[in-house]
């Protein structure tokens, strides 16, 4: 029996299996490094605003370009963008391109409307829309509070009763003439 335990823990064998796992694990370590390096290079290249050359289809790549669009006002190229990427996302992704959706919109409306508050044909709309944004994003998500607290904001701006003026109310809410369904 104790020769048999010295056949299969020899010297020579245990110094190869050693040597082995050293080169197998130096292996993994320089492509996890390189990995990292890529990641930041991705990284530095997204902050400057420049198009990634790495990883250019990747869900990531694809989300921080249409963030990106929306910080230079681009909002119907991210919009399409937001909106392609819904298929192949996570349920948190789908929340966070909503949300970013939903903010577009609020964005759009909030420069329609200027500082004059009360709401008009083609913002109503665009707040309708930011809340319809927020609300999906709050069903994949409830615990995300800056959409909550940009729900209640596009909530505090619409009119309470969407009806078009009939009554006898001074804001008889907003008559939505010829605003197309759906993306602007």
Request: proline residues 5%; positive net charge; hydrophobic residues 45%.
């Amino acid at each position: 029996m104790a020769l048999i335990t010295k056949n299969i823990f020899s010297t020579k064998k245990l110094t190869w299996l050693f040597v082995i796992l050293l080169i197998a694990s130096l292996g993994i370590f320089i492509k996890q490094f390189i990995e990292l390096k890529n990641i930041q290079v991705f990284n530095q290249n997204i902050k400057e605003g420049k198009s990634p050359r790495m990883f250019l289809n990747s869900f990531e790549a694809r989300y921080a370009t249409a963030y990106w669009l929306t910080t230079k006002e681009r909002y119907k190229e991210a919009s399409l963008l937001f909106s392609n990427l819904l298929p192949v996302a996570s349920p948190s992704q789908k929340a966070a391109i909503h949300y970013n959706t939903g903010n577009i919109f609020f964005k759009r409306a909030l420069a329609i409307n200027g500082t004059d508050m009360t709401v008009k044909n083609e913002t109503e709309y665009l707040f309708r829309q930011a809340k319809a944004a927020y609300m999906l994003s709050i069903k994949i998500d409830n615990q995300a509070w800056d959409v909550k607290h940009n729900l209640d904001r596009v909530l505090m701006i619409l009119p309470a009763n969407p009806a078009p003026g009939v009554g006898d109310s001074e804001s008889p809410g907003l008559i939505l003439g010829n605003i197309p369904v759906g993306l602007p």
